[in-house]
């Protein structure tokens, strides 16, 4: 673990900041494409990209939206950082995916960032909630819903797994602030009922 409360802060800080760079909007930009923000859903992410960019741009966004999270709780892991730290680091990309820094705080919903820090905080808990967004998918072929039924689970899956209390104390809170990211998709979701 970083010796000391300013370390863990600069831990925490840079897995912030690792989040707070937006692959959809840096991809789209990229490939002279249009702002995911200003277009179909408005949404930064994967599955808007996928929409008004194509599936090469969507599948760099996915990517890189796992990698800030996978990227964020590795980090940590090599600082010998304690497994709920790690998750801590993850948890900040996945905060910094929501509110960039870079971008006026305008960012996306969560899910693969969330996903990736998930996989290598806790890899069995992780694989566990891909494979339910997969079922879901298979099921009802909404994205929004896969993903909101895979993280209502996700901190059973860690519990189970881990049987560290505050490994699911974190996993429940990235859920619950994902559920709220996708309120107006769940809203949707009732109305169509």
């Known amino acids: 673990m970083p010796a000391d409360a300013l370390s863990l ?14 692959s959809a909007i840096i991809c789209c930009r990229l ?6 923000r200003t277009g179909g859903s408005g949404n930064p992410g994967a599955t808007n990209v996928l929409r008004l960019a194509g599936r090469d741009a969507a599948v760099l966004t996915l990517a890189g939206d796992v990698a800030k999270g ?7 892991r090599t600082l010998d950082a304690e497994p709920l730290v790690q998750a801590l680091a993850g948890a900040t990309a996945f905060l910094g995916h929501l509110y960039p ?18 996989l290598v905080a806790t890899p069995v808990a992780g694989l566990l909630t891909v494979a339910t967004w997969g079922i879901a998918w298979a099921l009802i ?13 996700a901190p059973v899956y860690v519990g189970v797994t881990t049987h560290q209390p505050p490994l699911v104390l974190v ?9 709220w990211r996708h309120r107006a998709n769940i809203r949707d979701l009732l109305g169509k009922r």
Request: charge should be positive; proline fraction near 1%; aromatic fraction near 10%.
């Open 31 to 36: 490939m002279g494409r249009t702002d995911p």
């Open 171 to 179: 996993a429940a809170a990235v859920s619950v602030l994902l559920f």
């Open 141 to 153: 072929r909404i994205s929004a819903a896969a993903a909101l039924t895979a993280f209502a689970l």
């Open 101 to 118: 820094v870079f971008f006026g705080f305008r960012g996306g919903k969560g899910v693969a960032t969330a996903l990736g820090a998930l």
């Open 70 to 76: 996978a990227l964020a709780v590795a980090f940590a």
């Open 9 to 22: 802060a600069v831990l925490l800080i840079c897995g912030y900041l690792l989040g707070s760079l937006s």
